[in-house]
Every structure is written in C-alpha cells, then in structure tokens.
C-alpha cells in the first residue's frame, strides 16, 4: 500500500444509506435508506478490517484520521464500534495516533453509547434542523425512536458543517 502524498480523509458508510429516520429530503429515500426488520446490512468484518489496514497504511500524518457516516451510524450498535476500536488498535503502528469522527443524527444515543464516545475519544457531529415545530412536520420515525430536532450531513454532501466536536481524538 502507497503512503498518500499528503492527508486524507474518507467518509465510510458502514451500515451503507441505513438510517432509522426518513426525512423528507433526505437524497437516500427509495435507495435501501429503510432498516429491513433484520436489521440494518453492515460492512462485514474481513472487509472493516481489511479498509482499517489500508487506510492507516496509507495515511501519511502521525493522526490517522477516521469518518464514520451514513444513513446512520448508530443503527449499527455500540458494540460495532467497539470491534472498529478494537480492529485499530491492532493496526496502529508504534508512535501514531487514531482519532475517530462519527456524524450522527444523535436519535439512537443513550448512556452506553455516551461512555463509549467518551472513553474512546470520539468527535461526534450532531445534525440539527431546528425548531421541533419545524423538524417534525419533514422527519418521520423509523423503529419507533424518539427524534430530536436535527439535519443530517446527508445533505451536505456529509461534510459535517454542523459539527460540535464533543472531544479530541484519543
Ligand atoms: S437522518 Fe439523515 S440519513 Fe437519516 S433520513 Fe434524515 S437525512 Fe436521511
């Protein structure tokens, strides 16, 4: 694997358009947005692996920076993530640091997850719409979980303008 020429960053879907939302102008409706009853598909682990390797391989700064995005995230569970964690540090090379972003529509967050973001270091980006008035006349629910008021980063090309880093990269 080429190191790159300089810093990168890649946005990864792991649960691909997945999302336990469907707003209204979300550009993932109608393209496998809704979570089938069997829950969400999700990158398997050989190839979660696989991309971890190569992309720490390939990064040329001493932080290695990771993107999780969707859909949603979350709708993968916490303890997918722990695995990511877990398959990162067994491919971090001596002296280099992994720092992880996640952008979330926020809904699926409890205490687990907290501790888990927190323990691990983890930026979250949470999207907001608005006004609840507002937010709930565009955003239906999905599985039967609570929305907050929020915009997604698909929307904006997930570039994660909204961000509100909740802490630094471990
Ligand atoms: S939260 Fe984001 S991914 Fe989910 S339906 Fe809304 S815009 Fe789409």
């Not at 393209?31 to 969400?40: D, L, R």
């Not at 390939?58 to 290695?64: F, H, N, R, V």
């Amino acid at each position: 694997m080429a190191v790159a020429s300089r810093g990168f960053q890649v946005f990864v879907k792991p649960a691909g358009a997945a999302c336990n939302l469907a707003c209204r102008y979300c550009y993932y409706l109608g393209k496998g947005a809704s979570v089938p009853e069997g829950g969400p598909a999700r990158m398997p682990e050989d190839l979660l692996e696989d991309y971890i390797a190569q992309h720490i391989a390939a990064s040329p700064d001493e932080i290695i920076r990771f993107s999780w995005h969707g859909g949603e995230p979350t709708v993968l569970g916490v303890d997918y993530f722990r695995r990511i964690v877990e398959i990162q540090r067994a491919h971090r090379p001596s002296g280099r640091t992994i720092a992880n972003g996640m952008q979330t529509n926020g809904t699926l967050l409890d205490e687990e997850w907290g501790r888990f973001l927190a323990a691990e270091g983890f930026s979250v980006g949470l999207s907001l719409d608005g006004r609840v008035s507002f937010t709930t006349a565009i955003v239906s629910r999905r599985m039967g979980h609570l929305h907050s008021t929020r915009r997604c980063a698909a929307t904006r090309s997930c570039g994660g303008t909204a961000s509100r880093p909740t802490s630094s990269a471990s």
